[in-house]
């Protein structure tokens, strides 16, 4: 039986001629277990689906039942609290709350469940090992680099043990490194069995997934089991796809136009590489850009 | 639920990161709590001082007042008098007055007092700041207080040697002792004939300025004044405690028989009944205080109410964030309901701890002597608490009912 299910689901914005449509009758079931890209355009109602999905947002029509009990009239109390028993939010902009350490924001939905103080601190330290930060427990957000913000997000998210995991352009403000760094993690969650949904503008990342979306405006255009480790089908038609050199290159999620450029690509490894020839390599980056004018 | 204890460790954080602006919200509480605790505070310490003091005086000392006693809620209060203590009434108490109180049976020792207008003048210098009394020789026994160097003067009506407070001897004639100094006022010629010991008295209390005063018989003064001399209190003493209740009736008989009866326009009073006016004086002016005091911790309120409001919008992302882990509107509510109560709340102790500091102030540098009771400590700082909840409960449902996309939109 699917874990979520979504019956003909539309979601209205707007009344009258300025009625907006996000979501256009979509219906979809996903099964235990997937881990699933979803790709579109901006506006498409990529966001509105994982909103709806992960009980953030109630379809304007059309029926939704997630592990099988139907949740799509039910009020904002009792959603609150399936959606902190069973999703696990992942955003774009970490969304760490700022005042609070690590170790507090990763406890915090163990806060709300009325989880007492002590086994909280115990659960979120277990959860910062399983993601290789154990050490930055009493480190502010601000302190953390933005791979790791990430990471701690994917711990909060995992901290109550949710089934489902969704991830709204977990990547979306990394650099390649740590994009491959988060999405390496949530393969490795995928691994426990959690189903993920997560959304994404970079064909390299539908690499991680068993099953991709594609979405335009509000309805679901094309639908694909794909093989882990290879870059969907269809998403490789977006691509400009530059034979890759390193396996380095074939994991991370770098940028389609950065690889268009092969010249940039040998200057980003040099700058990475090199850490103490940060500067001449700069300014030798500065040199070819002025010389190309 | 979230623990009690995570929620208001919480709040504290919140307080603590908006120092500046959370002291500005609390001021409103602050001034609030402080007028109320310090006022209630003095007007416990004046109502004690009067009580010692009277003790001092004497158990039986009777006193006459101008003004008739009004009874109102269980509260007497003297009409057309001034509120303290009757000094500057309009219709005061005459000569003709205390000559009736010496008449009266089982009294043996009486002292009028009142004011007269006026600077005394010593070495061709006027002298601001000092207050002259008229009243008779026997004020010093019936107040029962020491005359610290020579003697008070005595009955005799063409005397013209006055008694000084103890401050009046430095002021006036720059001297420690100046017994026997002459000096000017109202044109006659008076000479110091004894100085009273300190008096200490608090500013409210009925022998508040003494210190500062000269006494000279009211035989004196009357012709000073043209005949037109009136008094704000008769002060008599019966001749023993087994007599006090005979001595007020017969004074009240005596008084009547000057006064022409029915529309009596004094009041003879035991020492109990002075204290209790006295109080019931203290608590009129402490209650209409204390109802300011009320309408600036309303004030408080609607200032924690709209800083409230400016946080929760300040914070609507994270109120989205925190409903997106899975927080419910409940829990929001009392995260924020917790933040106006601890708001408050710090206020209010920070209001206790300032009324403390300010009432050891006044002990050390006024005459002033307040005493902070446990009660309106309490009570202020409930009331703190429960302005916070009450002026912070709009905008915490306000934040507990945002939607939370729309909230984690919000930047």
């Known amino acids: 039986m699917p874990i979520i299910e979504l019956q003909e689901v539309s979601k209205l914005y707007g009344f009258g001629n300025a009625t907006n449509i996000a979501l256009d009758e979509v219906s979809l079931s996903i099964d235990e ?19 709806i999905i992960g009980l953030l947002d109630r379809p304007t029509h059309g029926g939704y039942s997630l592990q099988g009990r139907q949740v799509e009239r039910l009020s904002a109390n009792r959603r609150a609290k399936a959606r902190r028993d069973t999703v696990g939010f992942v955003f774009q902009s970490f969304n760490l709350l700022p005042r609070l350490t690590v170790l507090e924001n990763v406890a915090l939905p163990l806060a709300y469940k009325g989880v007492g103080q002590i086994r909280r601190a115990k659960l979120a330290l277990n959860m910062l090992e399983r993601v290789g930060l154990r050490d930055r427990a ?39 490194t740590s994009s491959r760094l988060v999405m390496e993690l949530l393969s490795e969650i995928h691994k426990t069995g959690n189903t993920i949904l997560f959304v994404t503008h970079n064909p390299e990342l539908t690499r991680y997934a068993t099953r991709v979306l594609y979405m335009h405006d509000g309805t679901i255009v094309h639908d694909e089991q794909t093989p882990v480790g290879e870059i969907a089908a269809t998403a490789r038609k977006a691509l400009y796809t530059i034979p890759t050199k390193t396996v380095d290159d074939d994991l991370a999620g770098v940028s389609a136009l950065m690889k268009a450029v092969p010249h940039t690509v040998k200057e ?26 | 639920m979230t623990s009690g204890r995570g929620n208001f460790k919480m709040a504290l954080a919140s307080v603590r990161n908006t120092k500046w602006r959370s002291l500005l919200t609390m001021l409103g509480v602050i001034i609030g709590i402080v007028s109320v605790v310090t006022i209630v505070g003095i007007g416990e310490g004046v109502k004690h001082q009067v009580a010692t003091q009277a003790d001092h005086f004497g158990k039986d000392l009777i ?57 005394p003048m010593f070495d061709g210098r006027k002298i601001d700041n000092i207050q002259a009394y008229a009243t008779g020789s026997d004020l010093a026994s019936i107040l029962n207080h020491k005359v610290e160097y020579g003697s ?5 009506p063409n005397t013209k040697d006055v008694v000084i407070g103890a401050n009046v001897a430095m002021k006036l004639f720059n001297e420690r002792v100046p017994l026997g100094q002459t000096f000017v006022f109202r044109g006659q010629s008076m000479m110091v004939r004894g100085m009273f010991e300190p008096f200490h008295a608090s500013p409210l209390s009925p022998t508040a300025g003494f210190d500062d005063a000269i006494f000279m018989p009211y035989q004196l003064a009357d ?36 006064r022409g009866g029915a529309d009596s326009d004094f009041s003879v009073l035991d020492s109990k009944s002075s204290i209790a006016i006295g109080g019931a004086t203290v608590d009129v002016i402490a209650t209409f205080i204390t109802v300011v005091a009320v309408i600036a911790l309303l004030v408080g309120g609607i200032g924690i109410m709209n800083i409230m409001l400016l946080s929760v919008t300040e914070r609507m992302h994270e109120i989205g964030i925190r409903k997106a882990i899975g927080a419910t509107n409940r829990q929001i509510l ?48 409930l009331i703190s608490v429960a302005v916070g909840v009450i002026f912070g409960t709009a905008p915490a449902v306000k934040a507990a009912r945002k939607d939370p996309i729309e909230a984690l939109r919000h930047e």
């Open chain 1, 138 to 176: 009493y480190y502010y957000p601000n302190q953390l680099s933005g791979g790791q913000a990430q990471c701690v997000a994917i711990a909060r998210a995992l901290v109550n043990n949710p089934s489902i995991i969704i991830a709204d352009e977990p990547t979306g403000n990394l650099d390649s």
């Open chain 2, 223 to 258: 012709q000073l004044s043209n005949g037109g001399l009136q008094f704000y209190s008769i002060l008599a003493k019966p001749t023993d405690h087994k007599q006090a209740k005979q001595a007020i009736s017969s004074v009240q008989q005596q008084m009547d028989k000057v």
């Open chain 1, 268 to 293: 980003a490894n040099m700058t990475t590489t090199g850490q103490d020839k940060k500067k001449p390599a700069k300014k030798t980056s500065k040199k070819r850009r002025g010389g190309k004018k």
């Open chain 2, 334 to 381: 009392s995260q924020f309901m917790l933040e106006a109560a601890v708001l408050s709340g710090v206020g209010g102790v920070l209001g206790v701890v300032t009324s403390f500091f300010l009432a050891w102030f006044l002990r050390t540098y006024t005459d002033y002597q307040p005493i902070i009771t446990w009660q309106p400590v309490v009570i202020a700082t």
């Open chain 2, 63 to 119: 006193t006459v007042r101008p003004g008739k006693i009004h009874s109102a809620v269980n509260k007497q209060v003297i009409t057309n008098s001034d509120v303290l203590f009757g000094r500057n009434s309009s219709s005061g108490l005459t000569i003709q007055d205390v000559e009736a109180v010496k008449k009266a049976d089982h009294v043996t020792q009486v002292a009028p007092l009142g004011t007269i207008s006026g600077l």
């Open chain 2, 152 to 156: 008070f003067f005595t009955g005799d």
């Open chain 1, 33 to 51: 277990g997937e881990f699933m890209g979803v790709m579109g355009p901006s506006g498409c109602g990529k966001s509105t689906l994982m909103n």
